[in-house]
Each structure stands twice: as structure tokens, then as C-alpha cells.
């Protein structure tokens, strides 16, 4: 994956349904909210990180439930709705 900008990716899992919770520990928690209930599906970002190497957003990649690394880049550069991304989840048995 390639490397990205820790605003730009707060921005994109904040528009596609990601919830920020509190600070836990060195890290942001994001986690996937839907109508209003929690999931398994999360990811931190670290408060004094600018950018996140090519190996952080492989572990990102993981940690948002994806299979294939095309699909994590179209979810993070947004050709990926969230809507896609949710039936994704549900296909895939992650939701």
C-alpha cells in the first residue's frame, strides 16, 4: 500500500462511517458505526504520526477487513462508498 497522510486518512474513515472514540493509550481509536451500534471493525492512528508508511497501511488494511490491496487503496483514495464497503463487510462475513 502506498504511503498516506494521517489527516487524509481521518478524513476518509470519518466520512465513511468510522466513529472516533477516546484516546486510548498512544492512539486514536476509530471504529466502524452503523445505525448507531459498534462493530469489530477498527483501526488506530497515532497522535504524533504525520504520515503512515507502506507497512502501517498494510496493517490498516487488516485491521479494516480487507482482502485485496486494491480495495483498501479505492476505500482510502474514495472510489469506495461506504455503502460498497459495508456490502463488502457483509459478503465477506466480516459483519
Known sequence: MKIRKARDIKSVLLRKGFASEPSKGHHNFYCLKIDGKEHA?????????????AALMAQMKKQLKFRETEKAE????CPLSSEEYIRMLKANGDL
Open 41 to 53: 471493525v477498527y483501526t488506530y492512528l497515532g497522535h504524533g504520526l504525520k504520515e503512515y508508511s
Open 74 to 77: 479505492d476505500f482510502f483514495d
